[in-house]
């Protein structure tokens, strides 16, 4: 049996695709009817049953055949190898356009072909039985997005786990150095030459084989070194949504956490429930695990207590379901998976930190995914390039841009910070520096000043506030004053002498 049919048990008298029958073990029938000619015969295996219909039909139709499920049932390590192999009537590579840039291609086609995830895919189509399926676009994003964001951030604890991914995903057994994002560009542009050149030379149109290489699959080459990113406008509510809809229940809760508090991935994924402190004047979280190995207290917002309330009800539920599987257990079986559903005996029930930034990316895939299904143009702007650990620089963010605790402050609360990056969130202050400088305060006294208020300053001319808030000289207003007193005398007189006359007559 060959490999293909291996991967999926056929019924007795299934269509397997058009013209072939599944007839049994062995047995494949191929039936055509068409322009006065009628074929058919029974073979053993569906390798042989596609090429009689192939070459049936090409003798029907009196050209080549193509068959439309070539795609389908073609590997990317297949095409790769077509696309290296040597072509006799010119000499040369396939896909080898002549230029100087062929030795670059080449290796990444081979790439593809050897180490890349995707090789053993198919061109296109989508997943039956256990079969592969096809290379989608939100695939290929996905894989970017891993590949780019496989760093932890400043969590050295699980930098080694992070490495090993990355090999894993570069196809070696070990780590590898950093992939750029000029890299994976290049490979991309690669790949989507192969598509193309793969289907024009066996005569497919664009829909039987797709190109999933469209826009938004490519990261952006801008600059060599990624900064950290804030959440844009509406972001924060979004990005709760997105995480809401994702198959973990507690990632929502590790979101606002994470800023709220600015806690490390691995700080939340390693915190234990009893060093959770709520039920305190000021609630806050014990930290013995950190990055530069100090512990440390951070102090629990509002917010941030009624994300863990909810982690610690979903924890109770989920025990609960435990107990009672386990209790209604009637057979071993039923027993033994009962038992070997996990506890969730802290806050995120993960071991590591590399198990949020799973979380963390499978949700935005997901997301990515569902526009694009649902016809969304702008499905790869969703949350695009964000990763966990600019989650730690919005808190950060946060906490210089909407309160006034001074910088020594905000660094206990987060942990160690280097000189650049403090001088980076100080930036965020600017404005509001000139309150520090002398005298600010008095002038900020100064401005909310009612009318008629004194301004007295040693060596300078007392100044008055008039009814238009400005600030004018005490002389100058003692003119107004004695004027306006003069005329509210004078219209006072006016009225009297008004009165009198009334009452005469």
């Known amino acids: 049996m060959t490999q293909l049919e291996s991967r999926k048990n056929y019924v007795v008298g299934e269509v397997v695709e058009e013209y072939i029958q599944y007839r049994g073990p062995g047995r494949f029938r191929v039936q055509i009817r068409r322009d006065g000619v009628v074929a058919d015969k029974t073979l053993r295996t569906l390798e042989q049953a596609r090429q009689f219909k192939i070459d049936t039909m090409s003798a029907v139709l009196g050209r080549q055949y193509v068959d439309a499920r070539l795609a389908e ?17 010119t000499g040369r590579a396939n896909l080898d356009m002549g230029d100087s840039n062929w030795s670059n291609h080449k ?12 090789r053993n895919w198919m061109l296109t189509g989508q997943p039956k039985g256990g079969e592969v399926g096809g290379i989608h676009d939100f695939d290929l994003k996905k894989w970017v997005t891993e590949v780019l964001a496989v760093d932890v951030g400043d969590d050295v604890e699980d930098g080694e786990a992070a490495a090993l991914e990355l090999g894993r995903l570069e196809g070696y057994d070990g780590p590898v150095r950093a992939v750029k994002n000029q890299t994976i560009v290049h490979r991309l542009n690669s790949l989507s030459v192969l598509y193309r050149e793969w289907r024009q030379a066996h005569k497919l149109a ?16 801008k600059g060599s070194r990624r900064e950290a990113r804030r959440l844009h406008e509406s972001e924060y509510e979004a990005l709760l949504e997105t995480a809401t809809a994702s198959t973990r229940p507690w990632l929502p809760d590790a979101i606002v956490i994470a800023v709220e508090s600015g806690m490390r991935q691995t700080e939340l994924a390693t915190l234990p429930w009893e060093r959770v402190h709520l039920d305190v004047t000021y609630p806050y979280a014990h930290l013995i695990k950190t990055k530069n190995g100090e512990e440390r207290k951070v102090p629990l917002s509002p917010v941030a207590v009624a994300a863990f309330r909810h982690l610690r009800q979903f924890a109770d539920e989920h025990n609960t379901k435990r107990q009672e599987r386990i209790e209604r257990s009637r057979t071993d079986g039923s027993l033994a998976k009962a038992l070997a559903m996990p506890t969730w005996d802290e806050p995120l029930p993960i071991e590591s930190g590399r198990g949020i930034i799973h979380a963390f990316r499978d949700a935005i895939a997901d997301a990515q995914r569902l526009a694009r299904e649902a016809g969304d143009p702008k499905w790869a702007d969703i949350h695009d390039d964000l990763r966990w650990h600019d989650l730690r620089h919005e808190a950060v963010s946060r906490m210089f841009g909407d309160t006034d605790m001074r910088a020594e402050e905000v660094m206990e609360i987060v942990g160690h910070l280097s000189k650049e990056m403090l001088s980076h969130y100080l930036k ?34 007392p100044l008055v506030r008039d009814a238009d808030g400005k600030w004018v000289s005490f002389i100058k207003a003692d003119e107004i004053i004695r004027a306006y007193a003069a005329k509210s005398l004078r219209a006072a007189l006016a009225e009297l002498e008004a009165l009198e006359a009334t009452e005469e007559c």
């Open 206 to 221: 664009e829909a039987q084989c797709p190109n999933p290489v469209v826009r938004g699959v490519r990261p952006p080459v």
């Open 428 to 461: 965020l202050r600017t404005p509001e520096l000139g309150m520090k400088l002398p005298g600010a305060k008095a002038a900020e006294k100064m401005a909310d000043a009612k009318a008629g208020s004194l301004k007295l300053n040693r060596g300078e001319i």
């Open 107 to 118: 290796s990444r086609l081979t790439w593809w072909q050897e180490r890349s995830r995707f």
């Open 73 to 89: 049932t073609t590997t990317l390590a297949e095409a790769c190898a077509w696309g290296l192999a040597i072509n006799p009537a």
